[in-house]
């Protein structure tokens, strides 16, 4: 069933998106070589709590910390743990919180120090498809019109699209209905409406787009080892343009 959100809903919601945007700017300047991803989840733990909200992700179905980190050919769900970060990786992050019970979820994909031309192609490829899809996020349009969006995009310079994952409805629940595919044809799925909030995530390859998962049950890794980056927010339908509520 797909939610519509009231008023002091969507309150809540835009404080926990800020809240989620905050921490990305409290990371933001210690995601550089030698830090470690468990040092940038106590980072994010820590500002998330003295905001006055709770990590959605930390015990999210046994999840054992509060972002996701996910270097290179990891494309979504890595543990935070010792390794240290390095000159020319990339790394998404992802970062959920819950303030008086409503959720916001985004996530990004930063360089560390230098790194390739082409990682910088991905990174900002990936992004720039999240902002693709939104110019559809639209009410009356279909769901498959923004994942169609997407995907086009991002297929048609060069990249894959991870089809195992996808975005979801998010509020009450971190994951509610709909899904939201990064591919497909237009013209499919539910219809849009106003106050409905939704998690679009492009996770994009730099090669072929399978993926397998470690045996952790978390980390996903892209199957041939190629580079990945992610792009997500939690967004508004409204009866105009979006509102992105993690900004
Ligand atoms: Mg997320
Ligand atoms: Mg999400």
Known sequence: MITIKSHSELDLMRKAGKIVSGTFEALKRSIKPGITTKELDRIAY?????????PS????GGFPASICTSINDCVIHGIPDKTKLCDGDIISIDIGACYKGYHADSAKTFAVGDISADAKRLIDVTRQSFYEGIKLAKRKNRIGDVSAAIGEYIESNGFGVVRDYTGHGIGEKLHEDPSVFNF?????????????????????????????????????RTFDGSLAAHYEHTILITDGECEILTL
């Open 184 to 220: 497909g044809a237009p013209g499919h799925g539910p219809r849009l409406m106003a106050g409905m909030t939704i998690a679009i995530e492009p996770m994009v390859t730099a090669g072929d787009y399978e993926v397998y998962t470690e045996d952790d049950d978390w980390t996903v």
């Open 57 to 60: 992700f930390l015990n999210y």
């Open 46 to 54: 820590d500002f998330i709590k003295s905001s006055g909200a709770t």
